[in-house]
């Protein structure tokens, strides 16, 4: 079996890691810096590939880019002392096999590396398939599970609900889901469905004419419209009016709307996200 390679800076880490992995008769080389690695993969391959996020030089993510494009094949987990969002977004989108926060138990962490000992023995074929910004920190399993869906989930075009309680994130999710997406160059509008009242929240949707109803007085593009090529969000998508959110169904599964008072078609061009703090399956 081919080595399992430590990239890490910190001579600590790196030191825990080896006594460990020692112990379990697992071999191992280690690296201060991800350019010596990547040196390295000039003539040699690992089986399983555990790097730090951040170090002078190439970072964990640079590494894990480079690796990949020749052996996509090849496990590697990502540690970090910054438990971040968009850190765990990004490895788990270039590819990543686990993302291991630090501090860490290092049981833990020998399990880690042993589930991906065994991945890389099971596995003979697919390759999977980016920066850093601050936004949600969080190191408990279930931030995990949230990281990972938002790593899968960007690169979908598919409407995602988002539920959870009030103050709990949802807008930052969605912002991240957005920020990761092949629309991240285009807008992201969001919009409160409770905060605005049900006689204007169809306008602000989908815009009006001019005359649709009185003081109308010129033609105004909806929420829609100014979120084109990019991503809608409806917070409490739960206390939208019925109508409206038959209306909103008949959008998503047609591609095209109406402005208030209008009568021609007008394409869809958006991913919606969704959000509530209800739970809509009791409803």
Do not use: C
């Not at 890691?17 to 350019?35: G, P, V, Y």
């Not at 040699?44 to 996020?53: C, E, H, L, R």
């Not at 309680?165 to 160059?185: C, F, I, N, Q």
């Not at 869809?268 to 703090?277: E, L, Q």
């Amino acid at each position: 079996m081919k080595p399992v390679w430590i990239i890490d800076d910190d001579r600590s880490i790196r030191w825990v890691l080896e006594k460990s992995l020692a112990r379990e008769d697992i071999e191992f080389k280690s690296f201060a810096t991800a350019d010596d690695a990547l040196r390295a993969l000039g003539h040699d391959v690992p089986q399983v590939v555990v790097s730090d996020i951040r170090m002078p030089g190439s970072s964990g993510l640079d590494f894990l880019q480079k690796l990949h494009q020749r052996h996509p094949l090849v496990p590697v987990i990502i540690m970090t002392a910054y438990s971040d969002l968009e850190s765990a977004v990004s490895a788990f989108q270039g590819g990543a096999f686990e993302y291991l926060p630090k501090p860490f138990d290092i049981n833990h962490a020998v399990d880690l590396i042993r589930r991906a000992l065994a991945q890389s023995r099971r596995k003979s074929g697919e390759a999977e398939a980016v920066e850093v910004a601050a936004d949600i920190l969080g190191q408990a399993p279930a931030m995990q599970e949230v990281f990972r869906a938002i790593g899968r989930l960007s690169q979908s075009h598919a409407t995602v609900l988002i539920n959870g309680e009030s103050g709990t994130g949802k807008e930052l999710v969605a912002r991240a889901l957005h920020r990761h997406s092949p629309r991240a160059d285009k807008p992201f509008i969001a919009i409160n469905t409770a905060a605005i009242p049900k006689d204007l929240l169809e306008s602000e949707l989908f815009g009006h004419e001019r005359g649709a109803f009185t003081g109308a007085a010129a033609t105004r593009r909806g929420r829609f419209e100014q979120a084109e090529g990019g991503t809608l969000f409806l917070d409490e998508i739960g206390d939208m009016p019925a109508d409206l959110q038959t209306r909103l169904l008949r959008v998503l599964s047609d591609g095209n709307f109406y402005r208030v008072g209008g009568h021609q078609p007008i394409k869809a061009n958006v991913r919606i996200i969704t959000a509530t703090h209800q739970n809509l399956d009791e409803r």
